[in-house]
């Protein structure tokens, strides 16, 4: 790449960034940790610009209320609440209506949040949504109206954005992020018109058959093989890797998986191989399993559990890789005459398909995959949400209602398309010439 493309890229990275689509994940507080914070993989804080349409899945302080939104005062990241365009924060005794701001987004709408009490008398609660400065907190005034804003954890004490006033007290309801316990997921659909297969063999085992009898005799023999299955869904926005997930795949089978990575399986199989010799001859035998590895788009139903109970669902798409076994062969050579190894000459069997398997969803195999409890049905609950994930594949994101409270992203994606034209394509004309 030139010189000019290499500036060209850097003006893109520029004006996207400036656009505010670049998403900087929201750090957790955790008094355990000294100067270090754990990063959300389901929160997150995105720039906003004045007049511009909130971004999907931004979180709102109520149902229905303004959003939650941090801007810098002092050297400060302050949180407060978005009013008329400005985010709007406590600071000492004063408000102070700030610009630029971000606002806090869930990842795809995929988060749950809670509220933990806390006063000064107690110690913070871990996982509050933590600006890098102060923590993330709401509380009730004396007209019974959820204010918004802070709890300063040096001080011990919570800042609040109450009418045209800014609120000091000493007690707060901090906004604490719940990780799901693991998932599961069903209802998985693979979109063959786009899969991708590739085809190989694998020597799973080597035996040799001998008939030491005078006459011709079928000599059989079990042999133990072990094949290994390869199983991934992807790394789904809003979700945790290494988590740990129970996949119900097309066929009905259950699997248990870690959440987010490949999946090695391995399953040992046993095999009766058997071969008509005649007397005083043998035969070498190899064992060839065929696998198939599938590569395609699917779509599905992830259910987030949690520790009390309550399950959050969505759908997802992602992107699946499966490989198995679809075939198994006995390979022979030709048969030979113990005494001296000579080849014997004639019509005689090449291979043997023993197994053959027609489905891309389950392994077929002669012990039986373990299958998780049964769980309940579900009851879809919101809860000021969040959920964590990052997604790495080229396949498209998962797809979910929004929130209520926030806005349709196809109109935010407008003016994001609007915006970069407007703004930056003249930086590109002016560069070129």
């Not at 004045?50 to 005062?73: N, V, Y």
């Not at 890797?241 to 870690?258: C, D, I, M, S, Y």
Request: glycine letters at 6%; proline letters at 5%.
């Amino acid at each position: 790449m030139g010189h000019k493309g290499m500036l060209l890229v850097v003006l893109a990275g520029l004006c996207i960034a400036a656009n505010g689509i670049s998403m900087d994940m929201a750090r957790l507080y955790d008094k355990t940790l000294k100067n270090f914070s754990p990063t959300s993989s389901t929160v997150g804080w995105m720039n906003v610009k004045s007049k511009q349409p909130e971004p999907e899945f931004a979180i709102p302080i109520t149902e229905d209320g303004p959003l939650w939104c941090r801007a810098s005062q002092n050297s400060q990241m302050l949180a407060g609440v978005v009013q008329e365009g400005k985010c709007v924060v406590a600071f000492l005794s004063k408000l102070y209506h700030l610009e630029p701001y971000e606002v806090l987004v869930s990842v795809n709408g995929s988060t749950r949040l809670v509220n933990a009490p806390w006063d000064r008398l107690q110690s913070i609660p871990s996982q509050g949504i933590y600006t890098g400065n102060m923590i993330l907190a709401t509380a009730v005034d004396d007209s019974g109206n959820t204010v918004a804003g802070y709890v300063n954890p040096k001080e011990r004490r919570s800042y609040f954005v109450k009418g045209d006033k800014a609120d000091r007290r000493d007690d707060a309801n901090i906004l604490t992020e719940v990780e799901p316990k693991h998932y599961e997921m069903d209802g998985i659909v693979i979109d063959d018109a786009k899969a991708k297969t590739e085809t190989l063999e694998e020597v799973v085992a080597k035996l040799t058959l001998e008939n030491p009898k005078s006459h011709a005799d079928t000599i059989q023999e079990n042999v133990d093989y072990t094949v290994e299955e390869k199983v991934y869904y992807g790394r789904i926005k809003g979700t945790i890797v290494g988590h740990q997930a129970t996949v119900t795949n097309g066929a009905g089978v259950k699997q248990e998986l870690v959440w987010g990575t490949e999946n090695m399986l391995e399953h040992v199989e046993n095999q009766l191989v058997q071969y008509e010799l005649p007397a005083e001859a043998g035969v070498h035998v190899q064992l060839v399993s065929i696998m198939k590895e599938l590569e395609a788009p699917y779509s599905a139903t992830l259910k987030s559990v949690f520790e009390d109970g309550m399950k959050m669902n969505r759908n997802i798409e992602g992107l699946h890789i499966h490989k198995y076994m679809a075939e198994l062969r006995a390979k022979f050579s030709a048969p030979f005459y113990l005494s001296n190894n000579s080849e014997i000459v004639g019509e005689i069997p090449k291979s043997e398909i023993l197994m053959h398997s027609t489905t891309t969803t389950t392994t077929t195999t002669t012990t039986t995959t373990p299958e998780a409890p049964n769980t309940a049905d579900d009851k879809p609950q919101s809860d000021n949400s969040k959920i964590t994930t990052d997604s790495d594949e080229t396949v498209p994101d998962e797809k979910q209602e929004p929130l209520v409270g926030t806005s349709s992203g196809q109109t935010y994606l407008i003016s994001q398309f609007i915006f970069i034209t407007s703004i930056c394509l003249p930086m590109f004309l002016i560069f070129l010439k």
